[in-house]
């Protein structure tokens, strides 16, 4: 008994010494938000507020000791995004997680953005601003590095710390331009299809441009195969541990058609979500210069901010940057190919990647005259004929580093602009507001017209030199809108005006929330910061009702059950608004995908129409197709001996998806609410360890919105009609300059990526409810709510 007694008692204060030993391990890993640390470099002291939502604010007496500053608190709460964000473009994810990440390095090795970088980096003036700030910031990140604690995830993965370095900058620029284009996963797919299936499929998927959209208005051989590289390429984006960009709506409004005649000014990025949140806040303050901007990881000025002086931000343009080229080699000599001027040698490049508890694989990249052949890049592809993708971002001057800085220490909207045309790639739509009641946007981007009528929507003739880039549009010739006649200016990733008589090839969205956008204030000149934030909240689709209408008219209502009638009656009755207690976009969201389903899948065959599912062109495809009584895809190929009519596939669709619903949901409609099948999880890459999610994913919740209404929840079509949401607003922004100290934002989770701070995900349930807080700049207000770490000299 005695011997138990002291069994128990040892046992009791090993579990006492444990606890102890966690806690203090974890406090000792927590951000530093008070106190002093002392640093290498700084002339001045520093002081840095941290707000009740873990942004800094950081006063310093010049730009070098602000950067320095900036890095070091960055580095804190966001080292282990920054270590993810700079491996991905030089393929060295897999030194972390092993073969699984090696398709995706193998891709990015290849594709030139290192090289792209480097080539940056020795037309890089050392003398300019932008790079010794740069250098600065890299100098604060390095000196956490070296003093801070290490980040759980590296104990967890065995990874060493290691500097950082300007290429690092200039890489995560490169994978951020390259998640931003759509050609990679749409051109292969679209020449499969025209080979496989004729032009009169193809006419119907609406490839060509329509002018009779809601556009951003301008102030001025078969072969089959290809769509596994599609499919490919987008598997790798969709399985990279950091988040692609995707869309995004901003609008401009002009003091005209403002209640207090002050510009008001909306943002919010669309991006795929994940945790950490993409974007890190900072204000940053020294004698002659101020900005409350936001950050990417590892990147030293912001892509979007605002000061008392203008705001600024992004959508993605959507333009075509990327094309394919069909090369032809030499049949005695696999290192050549054809050229317009004759058989020419293949780059050939050696690199190694390592991978984590493997040997080192070793792979060999050709590239042609127009790029990587990508047939190399990627394992299992049966396409032999060889594949080379032109880029702009790797083909044009790097310059995105210069652009940025310009763009975010702009004296006046003449400056701004001139920081925008140095962006070659990636497309962008920016977006400028002030305090002098000016607007405008600009799109960014080299654009440029090729020698023949080829569309570039499809894989282009690589050896005769006919489809070459044959012209380069300046920049006066890139859509923009200044202070126009219509007082606000707007994007959400729509078709723009004409360029130069045409309309400028992309991969475009469809209008339904530049028509939301614009139907909403077109009517209104009163508009206020609460009205605005109401707006980037709003879930209903200006289009969905029209949809409905059209799928509504030809259903056999004679075949129809009880269950389906009512199904009818409550769509019938739907404004289109994506709310959680809603019964209607549940059942809308299951019959749009049987009807796809059954209209594209028996031509395309079942991979070729998931792959189709993941493109843009199937958003606005349908919505033509499905006013077509005599559309080529209603027949089932499957069915020789019947001819199905449009009538046919759409009574069928329905009848199949209330029948999934009930068998899904169960036998009542009335609780077939949106909140039972649209969640959201921020998923960190650790969460896919099920013994880690419960402490680094943040989630699942029920949330409001849904696919292209401008509060835009971005799933995807499911076949069990779970929809785990994957994108979508990446922050909202509301700033008026009628009272710029009160602008509003909100983040997905939380300003810090370190799972023991309180502000890992103290925003999420805000962001979900449509909730904002303050931006603070008044320094008194700000020093009220604050922490204050005191940054010192070291010498």
């Not at 984006?237 to 000014?265: H, Y």
């Not at 495809?621 to 009519?645: C, G, L, M, R």
């Not at 710029?740 to 962001?767: C, R, W």
Request: glycine fraction near 6%; charged fraction near 25%; aromatic fraction near 12%.
């Amino acid at each position: 008994m005695k011997k138990i007694r002291i069994f128990f008692k040892v046992l009791v204060i090993i579990i006492v010494l444990l606890a102890v030993a966690i806690t203090v391990a974890v406090y000792r890993l927590k951000p530093e938000y008070s106190g002093s640390t002392k640093l290498k470099g700084l002339d001045h002291e520093s002081t840095v507020y941290f707000d009740d939502y873990g942004v800094p604010h950081i006063y310093a007496a010049s730009a070098k000791d602000a950067m320095i500053s900036l890095g070091y608190v960055h580095a804190q709460d966001r080292l282990w995004q920054m270590e993810l964000l700079r491996r991905i473009a030089p393929g060295r994810l897999s030194e972390l997680f092993g073969n699984v990440t090696l398709k995706n390095d193998k891709f990015f090795a290849g594709l030139g953005i290192e090289e792209a970088s480097a080539d940056a980096i020795a037309r890089l003036d050392t003398n300019s601003a932008a790079y010794k700030l740069s250098e600065a910031y890299l100098e604060g990140i390095n000196q956490f590095i070296e003093k801070g604690p290490t980040p759980v995830e590296f104990y967890l993965l065995g990874i060493k710390k290691n500097r950082f370095e300007l290429k690092d900058i200039y890489n995560i620029f490169g994978y951020m331009s390259f998640s931003f284009a759509m050609a990679q996963k749409t051109d292969p797919l679209l020449s499969e299809i025209q080979d496989k299936l004729g032009a009169n499929y193809i006419k119907e998927l609406g490839v060509e441009p329509d002018n009779m959209l809601t556009i951003i208005h301008n102030a001025k051989e078969k072969n089959q195969g290809y769509a596994e590289i599609a499919s490919s390429i987008d598997e790798i984006l969709q399985q990279s541990p950091v988040p692609p960009f995707i869309g995004s709506n901003s609008w401009v409004i002009g003091p005209a058609k403002t209640k207090n005649g002050k510009v008001i000014f909306a943002n919010d990025p669309h991006i795929a979500f994940s945790q950490p949140s993409v974007w890190y806040e900072a204000h940053t303050n020294y004698p002659g210069y101020e900005i409350y901007g936001y950050y990417l990881a590892g990147v030293p000025f912001p892509l979007l901010g605002h000061n008392h002086c203008y705001a600024f931000g992004l959508t993605m343009f959507e333009n075509d940057d990327i094309d394919f080229y069909r090369e032809e080699d030499d049949s005695s000599n696999p290192n050549k190919y054809k050229t317009p001027s004759g058989w020419k040698e293949y780059e050939v490049k050696k690199k190694t990647i390592k991978v984590k508890n493997e040997k080192d694989v070793e792979i060999t990249v050709k590239v042609s005259r127009h790029g990587p052949i990508v047939n190399d890049l990627i394992e299992g592809i049966s396409q032999k004929e060889p594949l080379a993708m032109s880029w702009i971002y790797t083909h044009e001057p790097v310059r995105v580093l210069e652009a940025v800085y310009q763009i975010s220490h702009a004296s006046n909207m003449e400056s701004f602009k001139q920081g925008v045309s140095l962006i070659a790639a990636p497309g962008l739509n920016v977006m400028y507001g002030d305090s002098s009641g000016n607007i405008g946007w600009w799109a960014t981007g080299k654009l440029y017209k090729i020698g023949s009528a080829a569309n570039r929507n499809f894989l282009l003739n690589g050896s005769e030199g006919k489809d070459d880039i044959s012209t380069f549009l300046s920049f006066s010739e890139n859509p923009s809108a200044v202070n126009p006649s219509w007082k606000y200016v707007y994007s959400a990733n729509n078709q723009p005006d004409s360029i130069d008589g045409f309309l400028y090839p992309g991969y475009y969205v469809p209008e339904d929330r530049a028509k939301r956008i614009v139907g909403l204030l077109e009517p209104r000149n009163d508009w206020d910061s609460k009205a605005v934030a109401s707006m980037i909240t709003d879930v209903t689709s200006s289009v969905a009702p029209d949809i409905i209408r059209e799928l509504i008219k030809v259903v056999d209502i004679s075949k129809l059950t009880l269950d389906e009638r009512k199904a009818l009656s409550i769509l019938k009755e739907w404004n289109g608004a994506y709310d959680l207690n809603r019964t209607a976009p549940t059942i809308y969201t299951k019959w749009v995908y049987r009807y796809l389903k059954n209209t594209f899948e028996d031509e395309l065959g079942e991979k070729n129409f998931q792959r189709l599912l993941s493109t843009h062109l199937i958003k606005t495809a349908f919505e033509k197709q499905i006013k077509n009584e005599e559309s080529v895809w209603w027949d089932d190929v499957n069915t020789p001996n019947v001819k199905e009519t449009k009538q046919d596939i759409l009574t069928r669709s329905l009848q199949e998806s209330i029948t999934a619903l009930e068998k899904q949901l169960g036998g009542d409609i009335d609780t077939w609410t949106w909140n039972r099948v649209n969640t959201l999880e921020h998923q960190h890459p650790l969460g896919k360890v099920a013994a880690l999610r419960k402490y680094f994913d943040v989630g699942p919740f029920p949330v409001m919105g849904g696919p292209e209404v401008i509060n835009n929840m971005m799933s995807g079509f499911t076949n069990d009609g779970e929809y785990h949401v994957v994108a979508g607003p990446s922050t909202r922004r509301v700033i008026d300059f009628s009272d710029i100290e009160s602008s509003m934002s909100v983040l997905p989770t939380g300003q810090s990526g370190n799972p023991f701070s309180s502000h890992y995900k103290d925003q999420a349930s805000m962001y979900i409810n449509g909730q904002f807080r303050k931006m603070k700049l008044n320094k008194e207000e700000i020093i009220k709510t604050s922490t204050r770490l005191l940054l010192k000299r070291a010498d």
